[in-house]
């Protein structure tokens, strides 16, 4: 998703509850249903503590999950730009997290 010239100013992390064989799981699947690979690291945070301190834990659900949400985060620790949804298929396009970068770029 990031070019070289992007690499140098940012990373992408996702966080995630599920445990690191299920994360292979999720990404084996994206590899053979969208033949593409993850080129980002995942980490695992399966008691949520990260999460419960973005508020984006939903305990209400089914199958208790944290709200989809990206957050921009510049070199100072402020959180630049975030979209959060509860509604785990709703995710932002790569164009919309590409400006957010551009802006603090």
């Given at each position: 998703m990031l070019d070289a010239d992007q690499q140098a100013d940012a990373e992408i992390l996702a966080i995630s509850v599920d445990e690191r064989p299920?994360?292979?799981m999720?990404?084996?699947r994206v590899a053979e249903e969208q033949n593409r690979t993850i080129d980002f690291h995942i980490l695992a945070d399966p008691d949520h503590a990260v999460i419960d301190r973005y508020g984006l834990f939903n305990a209400d659900s089914r199958r208790p999950v944290p709200h989809p949400a990206v957050y921009v985060i510049?070199?100072?620790?402020v959180v630049r730009w975030k979209f959060i949804e509860v509604n785990y298929r709703i995710?932002?396009?790569n164009e919309d997290v590409m400006a957010a970068l551009a802006e603090i770029g």
């Open positions: 299920e994360q292979q999720m990404i084996d510049d070199r100072e620790g995710r932002p396009s």
